[in-house]
């Protein structure tokens, strides 16, 4: 499977695998998702105490299992031994995500911790999933480091929570609605996400004039350079 294959691609994105009958961010939710007929998994990476990068959302474990603290309080071989609510389902290890799924399916990576972008791209690289792999954030500046860093590896600028761009104002920058970076020549922003989810999007998105015709895969936005 290979990532930005073409032009007319349809994004399939199981965010977070489901959250329907399922714990979130599971092996078994991804399983789910690529059932479903998914082509891309997105999910969030955080460092445990240890500093092992792990896929959960929250900064803290209340929502998703039974135990209270936050995930930077815990080392590895502490939250091995964590279950999720619904399931009883393990917190899997970034690494485990990719052996799995590798050659199964796409992974949109949320970074939750700006700090962790190095360890993923060299993991992304080690792996030699960089054509599968997306980066996602809500930070520009982020995303901008990150090009610096490596410009083959693909992002994703979630717009809708984006902190250094709005989504008003990105509408606003005319016909052709691009993010240059300016570090290198090369680098932009590949993706655009404005939600996982027609309910996520911002009362002020339908408020514009025209918004949906404005965003259109392929057409004025430059989604897939």
């Known amino acids: 499977m290979t990532l930005l294959n073409n032009n007319n691609q349809f994004f399939f994105i199981g965010h977070r695998g489901?959250?329907?009958?399922?714990?979130?961010?599971?092996?078994?939710?991804?399983?789910?998702?690529?059932?479903?007929?998914?082509?891309?998994?997105?999910?969030?990476?955080?460092?445990?105490?240890?500093?092992?990068?792990?896929?959960?959302?929250?900064?803290?474990?209340?929502?998703?299992?039974?135990?209270?603290?936050?995930?930077?309080?815990?080392?590895?071989?502490?939250?091995?031994?964590?279950?999720?609510?619904?399931?009883?389902?393990?917190?899997?290890?970034?690494?485990?995500?990719?052996?799995?799924?590798?050659?199964?399916?796409?992974?949109?990576?949320?970074?939750?911790?700006?700090?962790?972008?190095?360890?993923?791209?060299?993991?992304?690289?080690?792996?030699?999933?960089?054509?599968?792999c997306v980066i996602s954030e809500r930070k520009l500046s982020v995303l901008k480091m990150i090009h610096h860093h490596d410009h083959q590896i693909k992002t994703c600028y979630n717009i809708t929570h984006g902190k250094d761009l709005s989504l008003q104002e990105f509408l606003k920058k005319g016909e052709k609605k691009t993010l240059s970076f300016s570090v290198i020549n090369t680098g932009q922003a590949d993706l655009y996400n404005l939600s996982f989810y027609l309910k996520g999007l911002p009362e002020d998105y339908f408020r514009m004039q025209e918004s949906v015709e404005k965003i259109k895969v392929g057409e004025e936005i430059n989604v897939i350079p």
Do not use: C, W
């Open 18 to 132: 489901t959250r329907v009958g399922f714990d979130e961010n599971t092996i078994e939710a991804f399983q789910i998702a690529i059932d479903s007929g998914a082509n891309y998994i997105e999910f969030d990476v955080r460092a445990t105490k240890d500093k092992k990068i792990i896929i959960f959302h929250d900064e803290k474990l209340n929502r998703i299992t039974n135990l209270s603290g936050a995930i930077k309080d815990f080392n590895l071989e502490e939250i091995k031994t964590f279950k999720t609510k619904i399931t009883g389902s393990k917190i899997p290890l970034l690494s485990e995500i990719f052996e799995i799924f590798k050659n199964k399916i796409n992974f949109m990576i949320h970074l939750k911790q700006a700090e962790l972008m190095k360890d993923v791209i060299k993991m992304i690289k080690t792996k030699d999933l960089t054509k599968n």
